[in-house]
């Protein structure tokens, strides 16, 4: 090292304490990276690789970006789920003494921007924490530093981590934390997360979850969460030391149950399309797509909280029914608030970013703005009537006395940055309105100086200028070199002229920038103030940014119920679902208007289970789905797409749709469905809502039959869930007379000689036919592929019963081996058949099976 560059050495000491992360080192106009980084980044950035000398015949490899566009950069960095240190100059290299001092002012982590261009409007940035005894007993602490919500929880029993799961695919963090001591005992459930989510795990040392000196308060204080408490911790910590500080403005966790709310896993919310659609992942297509008519970002978030979270109190339900039915009535209300909200910037994420330091006077503007509304807002809510609304009209804060700082410090159009200064009003401070006269009147004295230099000197052409490396001068031309006066001392010499300097103009120029430094340092230190100030207002900011959301959110379930003819369900805590005319929320507004065709529903106690035979493309899976989301809509609290609705509260919903291999674990299509089916005959209560469509297509039919049977029976008899399964296996429609809380439905067809209407209708009744060949018609098959078909089903169907007798006749043992023969026995007396699940037995009898083929 004593051979290398000061600034080399400089560099690999910083580098030294940030070498897990690509550090860029700030180097006059551009940010470099040297060595691995280098390499890294010019790979990552499609950048040219360059190398620096750092010492005698010694190159390391070298690339940079423009520190202009380092934002840009910095985004495909963290898409790619880097860490970046950001290296920054710390004092003014015209005044260094010897190199430049540098120090990393912040860390880039996915899961910790607080930076409005790398960030996404309508999302969350959330970085949760997980923490573990077993995995039985599993924590979760989950913040997004760039909106300062902070909320915990934790969760005891055997579907500890499947519940910790599913609230992590709910959330999807752009980061995880978590220690190093429970790499293992998590590695499941982090690959999982990877597939499903992809967030950058960060593995950190133990003691970062232990307690320490962080000042934070607890919603619920009288409770105990020992584990969560550890999350917490390790949320803390790490944003510590990632950002070197703790904001002011995290100052409370928001504890929470998720049994509080209406529990989607992460089948429910893929397969029932609430973000996005499952083929190509889009957001057209989805429920949120529908229902999103905010105006601000603050409730694009609210809104996809609520519909990842609906609620089981029927009195919250209630009270959002109201404020959405008072803005449904009051059509010129409801435009006199979305004026508001149309002025509404991100105020959370400005709040953040003002208590991270890192606001500009721009947005110390738009928050002006929009205190400047809070005055109008609250008196439009004088006029509300429903309880929630008048609730938001009481805790609006006062913050008129702000707003007025603001407004008398703040410019209307100020800069981009604190360093180019002009923000500060005049007027608003004595020391800076004289600095800033001194700048004028040197303007005047300037032009004055000049007119009595060439007056003086007789020297027409002379001017006085300015540049950053040599300050003021007069400059001559050479042809007039003869008349300069005595008093001019020389400055510099050019091709046709030269400059010159005087004792008087030389005074004047300290004075002038002295000036200007002390005003940009006056302006610095105004600002630095008024971010104060701001400070000491951060949670009633925060209090007026999330009434501005929960407004919002009402609004646009009720615009969407307007435009949609959406109606108010009745809530209950009874156990019956009635559904009147009801509509798939999204696929009509796939469709040409009016054209979608409703249906009823009507599950209680007498019949829960609706087993719905018929064709494909019918609308057997549009019906079930639809029943979900009607009850998702509800339970958050929206109106919904039906002529009329009694909704009974349930507590979890539960999909089985669609059939897929899961290739990266290795898992077939049948094993992945028999773990879906698994999870839901183990975790639904009576109070659930089951969603099965098409179960046991992944193995043989009689294998399928007997499956989708014996789990039809196990929900009917053992949980006693309202449950939905549709399915092609018509047999299955014998179970209404075994099973009485059972009914058949099926989708109604016309037929037209060999032509078949789908009628979209749902019946009371079982199908007596499937229609695939008409379906393969449908889909273009080769007309002799149909016609073959049409002699094999006929031949079929007519020696159907005497097949079924020869296939269960068939020796079970004829072709196995010896060996295989003592291992199949071996296992089968070793096994526990008390602790088996219908379904374990069922794999069971499927892996025996295979073993015997």
Partial sequence: MENMTPLYRQYKSIKDQFSDAILLFRLGDFYEAFEEDAKIISQELDIVLTSKEIGKGKRIPMAGVP????????????????????????????????????????????????????????????????????????????????????????????????????????????????????????????SDLKREVDPKITLLEDSYFEPSDHQISYSEPEENYPLAEKSINGVLSYIKEVMFTIPTHIERVEFYKPQQYLILDSTAIKHLELLETVREGQRRGSLIWVLDKTLTSMGARLLKKWLLQPLLNVNAIKKRQEAIKEFLDKDPWRREMEEILKEMPD???????????????????????????????????????????????????????????????????????????????????????????LLRESKDWLINLENRERERTGIKSLKIGYNQVFGYYIEVTKANLNLVPSDYIRKQTLVNAERFITPELKEWENKILHAEDNIKKIEEELFQNLRKKVIKHSKDITTFAQTIAEIDVYISLAKAAREYNYVCPQITNDYEVIIREGRHPVIERMLPPGTFVPNDAYLNKDKFIDLITGPNMAGKSTYIRQIALII??????????????????????????????????????????????????????????????????????????????????????????????????????????????????????????????????????PADKSYGIYVAQLADLPKEVIERAEKILFELEKGREIKKKEIVQLPLFSEITDSKLEKLKNEILSLNTNELTPIQALLKIHEWKELIK
Wanted: overall charge negative; charged content about 30%; glycine content about 4%.
């Fill in 67 to 190: 520190y202009h566009s380092l934002d840009s950069y910095l985004s495909k960095l963290v898409q790619k789920k880097y860490k970046v240190a950001i290296c920054e100059q710390v004092e003014d290299p015209a005044l260094a003494k010897g190199l430049v001092r540098r120090e990393v002012v912040r860390v880039i982590t996915p899961g910790t921007l607080v930076e409005d261009t790398l960030l996404e409007d309508k999302n969350n940035n959330f970085l949760s924490s997980i923490y573990a005894l077993n995995r039985e007993y599993l924590a979760l602490a989950t913040i997004d530093v760039s909106t300062g919500e902070f909320f915990a929880t934790e969760w005891r029993g055997k579907d500890a981590e499947e519940i910790i799961y599913s609230e992590l695919v709910r959330l999807k963090p752009k980061e995880i934390i978590l220690p190093f001591s429970l790499k293992d005992l998590l590695s499941e459930l982090l």
């Fill in 347 to 437: 105020l959370e994420r400005i709040n953040s970013r003002i208590n991270y330091n890192t606001a500009t006077p721009k947005e110390l503007i738009y928050l002006r703005q929009a205190l400047s509304f809070l005055p109008l807002l609250r008196k439009s809510l004088e006029k509300a009537e429903s309880n929630r609304l008048k609730e938001l009209k009481e805790n609006l804060p006062n913050l008129e006395p702000l707003y007025e700082e603001l407004d008398r410090a703040l410019v209307e159009s100020p800069p981009s940055h604190i360093k180019d200064g002009g923000y500060i009003k005049d007027g608003y401070d004595p020391n800076l309105d004289e600095l800033r006269k």
């Fill in 632 to 765: 998702i809509l509800a339970q958050m609290g929206s109106f919904i797409p039906a002529k009329e609705a009694k909704i009974g509260v349930v507590d979890r919903i539960f999909t089985r749709i669609g059939a897929w291999d899961d290739i990266s674990s290795g898992e077939s299509t049948f094993l992945v469905e028999m773990k879906e089916v698994g999870n839901i005959l183990s975790h639904a209560t009576e109070r659930s809502l089951i969603i099965l469509d098409e179960v046991g297509r992944g193995t043989s039919t009689y294998d399928g039959i007997s499956i989708a049977w014996a789990i039809v029976e196990y929900i009917h008899n053992k949980i006693k869930a309202k449950t939905l399964f549709a399915t092609h296996y018509h047999e299955l429609t014998e179970l209404e007379k075994e099973l009485k809380h059972l009914k058949n439905l099926s989708v109604a067809v016309q037929e037209k000689g060999k032509d078949i209407i789908f009628l979209h209708k749902i019946a009371e009744k």
